[in-house]
């Protein structure tokens, strides 16, 4: 595929996708990102979050201590 014709794909895809989106509208968006919210403050999900931190950090301070650092 030449340089102009790839260009050219990315811009009628990229166009028809700014469009489908643009219709979807503020409404959806707010739908969706208030849906992402009380996913993300989910008791289950914060109790996961919190053991992970522990777990990441105690993997950082054993590496930190095998590097001398």
């Known amino acids: 595929m030449s340089g102009f014709k790839f260009w050219l794909v990315v811009a009628v895809v990229g166009g028809g996708a700014y469009v489908l989106g643009a219709r979807a509208g503020r409404a959806r968006y707010r739908e969706i990102s208030g849906a992402a919210k009380h ?28 590097l001398g650092v």
């Not at 053991?51 to 990441?56: D, G, I, W």
Request: proline share 4%; hydrophobic share 40%; net charge positive.
């Open 39 to 66: 996913l993300w403050d989910d008791p289950s999900l914060r109790k996961a979050r919190a053991q992970s931190r522990k777990l990441v950090d105690k993997a950082a301070k054993k590496a930190a201590k095998k």
